[in-house]
């Protein structure tokens, strides 16, 4: 018994998972993005400690009247 003819068979896909896939990969992207900048500021902050200076925090600075 012979199979499906494979050239009248169509791969389709829904836009629904067009769009779920795209958000699930953009998703992946800026975690990967947030994960390496918080990572590189982790970085930055333990050779400034390694290097024994005392002022390594990011200094936030307030305007007056706040």
């Known amino acids: 018994m012979p199979g499906p003819d494979p050239a009248t068979k169509k791969d389709t896909y829904s836009p629904r998972a ?9 998703a992946l992207v800026l975690g990967g993005l947030f994960l ?7 970085s930055q902050r333990q050779d400034c400690l390694m290097q024994g200076r005392s002022n390594c925090a990011p200094v936030e600075s307030t305007t007056p009247g706040n």
């Open 36 to 42: 390496f900048y918080a990572l590189r500021d982790a």
């Open 18 to 26: 067009v769009l779920l896939a795209l958000a699930f990969i953009l």
